[in-house]
């Protein structure tokens, strides 16, 4: 079992940075792949990047590679989302996930099984 709370969303103006971090607890956590999604008003849920459970792995939607950056830190139940060079096309409601025994680079939604709230990020311009 694993609970997952993430924070750090807020607005930011275009080209600007900022960094979500999505809490876990629970003995298991970094058994876990970790993943983030995100979902903008009418529009389905999508792939961000994920993390192995040991951090050394890590994949990256196109629309952000280059620009964002997922870490973890095993020590402290914390998962990092680092976006940097942000752009109005990537405000949305951004959840993290975990999922146990499934690959590092797993896209879909369905794959996991434990989800966040959510927080929300908005990029002006």
């Known amino acids: 079992q694993v609970q997952l709370v993430e924070s750090g969303g807020g607005l930011v103006q275009a080209g600007g940075s900022l960094r979500l971090s999505c809490a876990a607890s629970?003995?298991?956590?970094?058994?876990?792949?970790m993943g983030w999604f995100r979902q903008a008003p009418g529009k389905e849920r999508e792939f961000v990047g994920t993390?192995?459970?040991?951090?050394?792995?890590?994949y990256y939607a196109d629309s952000v590679k280059g620009r964002f950056t997922i870490s973890r830190d095993n020590s402290k139940n914390t998962m990092y989302l680092q976006m940097n060079t942000l752009k109005s096309q990537d405000t949305a409601l951004y959840y993290c996930?975990?999922?146990?025994?499934?690959?590092?680079?797993?896209?879909?939604?369905?794959?996991?099984?434990?989800w966040g709230q959510g927080t929300q990020v908005t990029v002006s311009s």
């Open positions: 629970g003995r298991t956590f970094s058994s876990y792949t």
């Open positions: 993390i192995s459970w040991s951090g050394s792995s890590t």
């Open positions: 996930a975990a999922g146990h025994s499934i690959a590092a680079n797993s896209v879909a939604p369905k794959h996991y099984a434990y």
